[in-house]
């Protein structure tokens, strides 16, 4: 079972920047298709972004586009999300997860494994 642990959430001010990391316990980003997911108070999980197994495809909430970058260190076992120009409605808990299909959904119940979740917040 691949373990998933994510880092690098903090407070940030708005229009400011993080990078969140999800390291893997094993080989995995060539086999799995990985995403990020997060969750504000009260409301549910939703989609940020998500990652081909090869690394070439990458597919964005609208939320987020043009502002944050998914992107994947096989070397590492480790996959990022670069957040920039950050506003506070990003506030969330951020998780990453993993999925053993080929297909890059976009719903969380698709996912198999998941992280623990990091917490990110945006002050105005």
């Known amino acids: 079972q691949v373990h998933l642990v994510e880092s690098g959430g903090g407070l940030v001010q708005a229009g400011g920047s993080l990078r969140l990391s999800c390291a893997a316990s094993?080989?995995?980003?060539?086999?799995?298709?990985m995403a990020w997911f997060r969750q504000a108070p009260g409301k549910e999980r939703e989609f940020v972004a998500v990652?081909?197994?090869?690394?070439?495809?990458?597919i964005y909430a609208d939320s987020v586009k043009g502002r944050f970058t998914i992107s994947t260190d096989n070397a590492k076992n480790t996959m990022y999300l670069q957040m920039n120009g950050l506003k506070p409605e990003d506030t969330a808990v951020y998780y990453c997860a993993g999925n053993t299909g080929i297909v890059l959904h976009r719903v969380s119940h698709e996912y198999d494994y998941w992280g623990q979740g990091t917490q990110v917040t945006v002050s105005s």
């Open positions: 990652i081909s197994r090869s690394g070439r495809t990458t």
């Open positions: 094993e080989r995995t980003f060539n086999t799995y298709s």
